[in-house]
Nanobody, 126 residues
Framework: QLQASGGGLVQIGDSLRLSCAASGSSLSSAVMAWFRQAPGKEREFVAVTQWSSATTYYADSVKGRFTISRDRAKRTVYLQMNSLKSEDTAVYYC?????????????????????WGQGTEVTVSS
């Protein structure tokens, strides 16, 4: 359902763009998000977009540095990450809720999402 890509090893201050291609589900009512999980830590919310309206929300830790966007034709969500910090090091997961979920308070919660990508690793080194 979801294929994530784009991770890699970068240096502090560099940029990276992650991609998540969706197949199978209708996306017309979907919410798609990025989460990340650092070693020894819980999975945490990064950013989310509603497919139809392109409404976006971000975690405070990435606001102003990361941008989530979607390409309708390619059925792909992107996460543009700029000014990367060492604390951004994690495995990044894309997630999809294909239902018509208008409860925005749930969009940052992992259990909201039915489908997950396989994860793509981002390492930010000094």
């Amino acid at each position: 359902q979801l294929q994530a890509s784009g991770g890699g090893l970068v240096q502090i201050g560099d940029s990276l763009r992650l991609s998540c291609a969706a197949s199978g589900s209708s996306l017309s009512s979907a919410v798609m998000a990025w989460f990340r999980q650092a070693p020894g830590k819980e999975r945490e919310f990064v950013a989310v977009t509603q497919w139809s309206s392109a409404t976006t929300y971000y975690a405070d830790s990435v606001k102003g540095r990361f941008t989530i966007s979607r390409d309708r034709a390619k059925r792909t969500v992107y996460l543009q990450m700029n000014s990367l910090k060492s604390e951004d090091t994690a495995v990044y997961y894309c997630a999809l809720d294909p239902t018509y979920n208008v409860n925005r308070r749930t969009w940052s919660l992992p259990h909201t999402y039915n489908y997950w990508g396989q994860g793509t690793e981002v390492t930010v080194s000094s």
